[in-house]
């Protein structure tokens, strides 16, 4: 072996063990990270949403302080900051800005518990790295123009919209037919586009007195629990929306991947805990909301829509004005923004935020109340939906011009997460 061949070998084993050293020590701030969000939900149960890491570290958390956990994490981003110019690899310095984006979420997560108060759009900043662009009210203005000249009858537009719309409720004693329809043809037609692991499982509960209409609650070994809330009457039109929002290729399939190729064939522990006020809300959220016009086009959905669910259901009804009118009624989804950060940055009280929603969202009066509920529970969360999906589709159809480049792009966002930050195009 000559001189040059022994030096080529001897800057390869280094290499090899400086990266072996770099993820050892993201390893351990793995290990730290996990810790923290998990005494963090020692004082608030909402905040761990999912966690399928080593029990042992559950079992270990224990109730401290807040202003404990403050000088942990400042001690944690010291770490991080240690970190920064020792990286040599691309995937080790994604690894790193990923737990460092979530791991400056915990201390602004602190700071609010502690009661540090930021406006609405400093904490989609602080909380899920967006940063919001200005309302338009002019905007919103003109999409109720164009639904009311799609709307028959007389008084109010919400009344008239709640009154068209009461056609394509479905019976409560109807839903669990209707949503398991829906649920099967998106897992379907999701598996068609992803090779999903043989024994991926989930179950449906139906509950009450909830702020959310669906929830997902993953419990890890790629099993779901979907929640359906049963407290307001859904349309027809819901069930493909919760079924792909919570299910295939939504949420359970965003947990699934990274616990796939993530949790157990890398070994990066981070991605088994899923704190709820944290960057990956954004494109957990915004991909789950995607979700629908990926499995279905529009045409497709209202034909299954009319020769599926609403026989099950029972019902009849102008489907195509139906879904005309809601397509404008989706663009509502940045009002509903704006009212939540009006409540947010004290501008309105709760029964002003309700009166909002009712005549500027057309929400009937019971649906308002839980809504305003969520928006006090949750406040800037709700960025995560609107402003997310729109993230999402832009970055999935940026380089994809067929249907199967779609999916690849998705599959791939989902299969290694990407801060909204680095979503921008």
């Known amino acids: 072996m ?32 996990i810790k923290l969000v998990l005494a963090v939900g020692q004082h608030d149960c909402y905040y761990v949403d999912a966690y399928y890491g080593p029990e042992e570290w559950q079992k270990d958390t224990y109730w401290q302080p807040l202003a404990e956990l403050q000088l942990q994490h400042q001690q944690g981003c010291e770490v991080l900051r240690g970190m920064t110019d020792e990286l040599c690899e691309p995937e ?145 039109e819901r069930y493909l929306e919760l079924a792909s929002h919570e299910g295939y290729p939504g949420h359970h399939v965003f947990n699934l991947l990274q616990e796939q190729k993530l949790v157990k064939a890398k070994q990066w522990l981070e ?8 960057p990956i809300s954004y494109l957990s959220e915004g ?60 501008l309105v009280d709760a029964a002003t935020a309700e009166k909002m929603l009712i005549e500027g969202a057309l929400y009937p009066e019971s649906r308002a109340k839980q809504r305003v509920l969520f928006y006090e529970r949750n406040r800037s969360y709700v960025i995560n939906y609107s402003v997310g999906e729109d993230a999402v589709a832009t970055w999935v159809e940026a380089e994809a011009q067929t249907q199967a480049q779609k999916w690849a792009r998705f599959e791939s966002l989902l299969s290694r997460p990407l801060n909204a930050s680095d979503m921008l195009i």
């Not at 991605?271 to 944290?278: E, G, R």
Request: aromatic share 12%; charged share 25%.
């Open 2 to 33: 000559s001189h040059s061949d022994t030096e080529q070998v001897e800057q390869g084993c280094a290499k090899s063990s400086s990266y072996e050293a770099q993820q050892q020590a993201l390893n351990r701030f793995a290990e730290r990270y």
């Open 287 to 346: 991909s789950a909301n995607y979700a629908l016009s990926l499995i279905l086009t529009d045409e497709e959905a209202i034909a299954f829509e009319r020769d599926v669910l609403m026989p099950l259901a029972g019902l009849e009804g102008d489907l195509a004005l139906f879904h005309r009118v809601l397509k404008l009624v989706k663009k509502l989804g940045y009002y509903e923004n704006y009212v939540s950060q009006c409540l947010t940055d004290k």
């Open 271 to 278: 991605y088994a805990i899923y704190p709820l006020y944290s």
């Open 92 to 236: 080790l310095v994604e690894r790193h800005n990923f737990l460092q984006t979530q791991w400056l979420s915990i201390g602004a997560y602190l700071d609010f518990l502690q009661g540090k108060q930021r406006s609405f759009n400093e904490e989609a900043v602080a909380l899920y790295d967006c940063q919001l662009a200005e309302y338009s009210l002019l905007e919103h203005r003109q999409v109720l123009t164009e639904i009311d000249a799609l709307l028959p009858g007389e008084g109010s537009l919400t009344d008239r919209y709640n009154q068209f719309k009461a056609q394509f409720i479905v019976p409560k004693d109807k839903a669990a037919e209707v949503f398991l329809a829906a649920v099967e043809l998106a897992r379907m037609r999701t598996k068609q586009h992803m090779a999903l692991p043989e024994n991926e499982s989930f179950e449906i509960e139906y509950v009450n007195d909830k702020v959310w209409t669906a929830y997902n609650w993953y419990r890890g070994d790629f099993h779901s629990l979907i929640q359906l809330n049963q407290d307001q009457p859904l349309g027809i």
